[in-house]
């Protein structure tokens, strides 16, 4: 797994053994950012960061500074590992919890105002029967810039809420993203 463009171009990434983390493709990667054009002094917040393979693409492409949020342990460990290795620590920060936690912890995230979101869960997390509510209450409590969007890495087969309005996507055979506006969604 390499960074596709930006100051870390072709840098290769620490990625897992086996099947504990499913880096996002670098051509999804690659059509994300390219959707998303100019990213220069973005905050962004990474959910679900795995590797942490979408937010360093952010930082090589110009974001001021990234978020991680990831559960497994060790997937947080490659993903420091990850950030060491490209020396951007000062442009990071990692919460080590779930993503439904956020709501119990807004100290951590409460002086950012995020301009991007990328949600790149494990694809079975689509089929949960709760998974897009407890998404919505754990981002309500973060500030957003005006026209904020978040970009879904998922399965090509997924229903999204019908309330939510969906900017831009792609389907790449099986896999595939969706952009929505934050508002649209909270």
């Known amino acids: 797994m390499r960074i596709t463009k930006g100051l870390f171009k072709g840098r290769k990434l620490f990625s897992p053994k086996g099947k504990s983390a499913r880096p996002t493709?670098?051509?999804?990667?690659?059509?994300?950012?390219?959707?998303l054009g100019n990213i220069q002094d973005f905050t962004v917040l990474d959910l679900y960061a795995g590797t942490g393979a979408l937010g360093l693409e952010a930082l090589s492409r110009g974001a001021k500074e990234v978020i991680f949020v990831e559960a497994r342990y060790q997937n947080r460990e490659i993903l420091k590992k990850n950030i060491q290795l490209l020396g951007v620590?000062?442009?990071?920060?990692l919460f080590p919890g779930k993503v439904e936690n956020i709501p119990t912890k807004t100290e951590f995230?409460?002086?950012?105002?995020?301009?991007?979101?990328?949600?790149?869960?494990?694809?079975?997390?689509?089929?949960?029967?709760n998974f897009f509510f407890q998404l919505k209450e754990s981002l309500k409590v973060l500030s957003w810039a005006e026209n904020a969007a978040i970009l879904f890495d998922h399965p090509s087969k997924v229903s999204f809420p019908t309330t939510w309005e969906r900017i831009q996507g792609k389907i790449f055979g099986d896999k595939g993203w969706s952009a929505f506006w934050v508002d649209s969604l909270l």
């Open 25 to 35: 493709l670098a051509r999804v990667r690659e059509s994300f950012f390219d959707f």
């Open 89 to 93: 620590e000062e442009k990071t920060k």
């Open 109 to 129: 995230f409460s002086s950012k105002t995020f301009d991007l979101v990328f949600v790149d869960p494990p694809y079975d997390y689509y089929i949960k029967e």
